[in-house]
């Protein structure tokens, strides 16, 4: 038995998470792209059914009040709240991460342009190693307000920001290489030059701390589907901090956001509160879904999660050096904790055709153009052995 075995084996004894990998379907392989769809919740797939066959089946209309749907949006919200830093009544859920950019970020322009006087706050900012689509949203949003768009790295972000600047939209893990960035010290920059940042929190939602009240975000959006493991095409959240909520102007107004949405008046007056992040009739099977599945973090801290994370990624790397010949593989991910997300990516030469042969031998991470591994570690149901047999066959599939 291997030295890496034998710690595993230690390590797996003395995880306090262990036993919450019962609470997933999983298969004998390893899973190891919970960065791109979180494996199914067991108690999810009865949930569904009641909510189709007595909710939808049997109630019917009845269902927006006696099942409590028209509520599900806020109230959901209020679940993934802790998991994120952020007290209640403050997260909405619904729409996908591109509908709630788009509306973080114009918002954003327009509470800065009040601020400010005028429209003298004609720039946004955007990560320049942004997820492409968070690029093509930022330029829709720039067209739309009538700004600038520039791309800059958030590294640049404090020396680019100008009296010009409307926005920053920002991502708190980078989806390729796994690089946590500063949430504190750029949204103080931010703050401080009277812009508004918008942060995106896909790869991070459930897998780290992220602090929103305590840091001062006034706006940020993340998906469901990934660490919150809501299932595919889950509704995204969107973040907005009480003391800005009334100045919230959603480009998107509709019904559901609406101060009186049975109305039917033909001025639009929003909603108190968060509700104004709404739009219109959210997906009510695929919102369920997703409140079924945040039952995997009753009695579970979020710390917890961020200290097993950071041991699976350490381990990871450790029997990476221990078992793939030096120089086959190189990591794009921060060695320093506080720099790491929840993922290691690893540049190998023939990306593409390793991740098919490592899928084929039960080890699922996922392959990012041109020449990058990607592995997910979600504490809720990833251990250590399962870490160590990742890195032996992907050792073993790179020697054959």
Known sequence: MSEPTIRAEKLDAADELAGLRD???LDEGVYLDGNS??????????????????????LRIRSWTESGWWTAPERVGDRIAPLVGAAPGQIVVGDSTSVNVFKALVAAVRMAREVSGGGDRDEILVDATTFPTDGYIAGSAARTTGCTLRPVTPAEVPGALTPRTAAVLLNHVDYRTGRLYDLP?????VHAAGAYAVWDLCHSAGALPVGLDDHGVRLAVGCTYKYLNG???SPAFLYVRHDVQERFDSPLPGWN???EPFGMRPEYEPAAGVLRGRVGTPDILSLLALEAALDVWDGVAIEAVRAKSLALTDFFLECVAAYVPAGRVESLTPAAHEERGSQVALRCPDAGDVMKRLIARGVVGDFRHPDVLRFGFTPLYVGFADVERAARVLAEVLAG
């Open 257 to 259: 956001s609406h101060a």
């Open 37 to 58: 769809l979180g494996a199914l919740p067991a108690n999810v797939p009865d949930r569904i059914t009641d909510v189709v066959r007595r909710q939808w089946g049997g």
């Open 23 to 25: 609470r997933f379907v």
């Open 231 to 233: 299932g595919p095409g």
């Open 185 to 189: 010290s750029l949204t103080a920059a």
